[in-house]
């Protein structure tokens, strides 16, 4: 699920709604989100289903075993987002030259444009092997 061109005044919460309500109906048990520290983790109904690093200070619990679990779960989350972030590099990269802004007036052409560049990007990382 993607958010394309959400406004940067935008609330993380008010971008996260219906991925609240996809987690909810269809994300099965021992699955779950990965998600930066700064995205909300919704109410108790999506309880679980989005994770997130470690925020900078975070206290974690002194027992050694716990310790290394969490260091370890956490190693992987930080991995998963790193990863993400690098896709939308390539997303930001691959049309460098799309700077102007696109015109409010026309949802309808504005959705057309963006979701053909993720199209195009897709094919590139498909053809290309990697992305």
């Known amino acids: 699920m ?21 987690l909810h109906s269809s994300v099965p048990d021992g ?4 998600a930066d520290s ?4 919704g109410n108790q109904s999506v309880a679980g289903k989005i994770q997130a690093p470690l925020k ?13 679990y969490i260091l370890t779960i956490n190693r992987q989350l930080l991995s998963y987002r790193q990863t993400a972030e690098w896709g939308m590099r390539m ?17 309808q052409r504005r959705h057309r444009l963006l979701e053909t560049c993720i199209c195009l990007v897709n094919i590139c990382a498909c053809l290309v092997g990697i992305n």
């Open 56 to 68: 900078s200070g975070q206290r974690i619990s002194r027992d050694p075993a716990e310790q290394e």
């Open 38 to 41: 700064a995205f909300p983790k």
């Open 91 to 107: 997303i930001q990269g691959s049309f460098g030259r799309l700077h102007v802004p696109l015109n409010i007036s026309s949802t």
């Open 31 to 34: 699955f779950y989100l990965v």
């Open 2 to 22: 993607a958010v394309l061109n959400a406004p940067g005044s935008w609330h993380d919460v008010q971008v996260a709604c219906p991925i609240y309500q996809q």
